[in-house]
């Protein structure tokens, strides 16, 4: 356990000393983001198209439960054929309402491509700005302020992917 903390003490101090000829910056995409008025209006957009998107499932859903209902009062009355074929009707809606929400809301649905769409080119206009400050200002590092993005820009010198490849033995094809 001593050990352990005393390696990873090391291990920080070893890796402070050696980021001090590294030049280090840090970023809030979220906030570039959210101060664009481009980003802001394709947000709202997608907020627009999502919240129609939901009602729309909503009132789909409520004529599910109406039916149901309708079926349910009439249940006594109705043969066994008949009670077959709503209760069936009912669930083949259910599953055409699954398959909308699935179409709409799924990872591959019709919010993720609006979405795509409409920020994605502000994302990678920031990320451009980011590269280029970079460059411009000789930084080597840049890293996302929340972390969800994590490093946004390295400077090349510092990837060694293909020397670890040699070390391995690993050929470029």
Excluded at 31 to 55: C, F, H, N, T, V
Excluded at 106 to 118: A, C, I, N, T, V
């Amino acid at each position: 356990m001593i050990k352990k903390s005393i390696f990873s003490i090391v291990a920080v101090v070893m890796m402070a000393l050696s980021m001090q000829a590294q030049r280090v910056a840090i970023v809030d995409v979220s906030g570039l983001l959210e101060s664009l008025p481009s980003y802001i209006q394709a947000q709202g957009e997608i907020d627009k198209a999502s919240a129609k998107w939901r009602q729309d499932i909503s009132m789909e859903y409520d004529q599910i439960k109406s039916m149901y209902n309708k079926y349910q009062a009439e249940m006594v009355l109705l043969s066994e054929e008949v009670k077959i074929e709503r209760e069936d009707e009912i669930m083949e809606k259910e599953k055409q309402v699954r398959e909308l929400q699935k179409r709409r809301f799924g990872p591959e649905g019709d919010l993720f491509r609006k979405r795509q769409e409409l920020v994605s080119p502000v994302q990678d206009e920031v990320f451009k700005a980011i590269e280029d400050y970079a460059k411009v200002k000789g930084y080597d590092l840049i890293f996302d302020k929340a972390g969800a993005t994590g490093l946004l820009y390295s400077n090349e010198e510092y990837d060694k992917t293909e020397e670890i490849k040699r070390e391995l033995g690993i050929r470029n094809k």
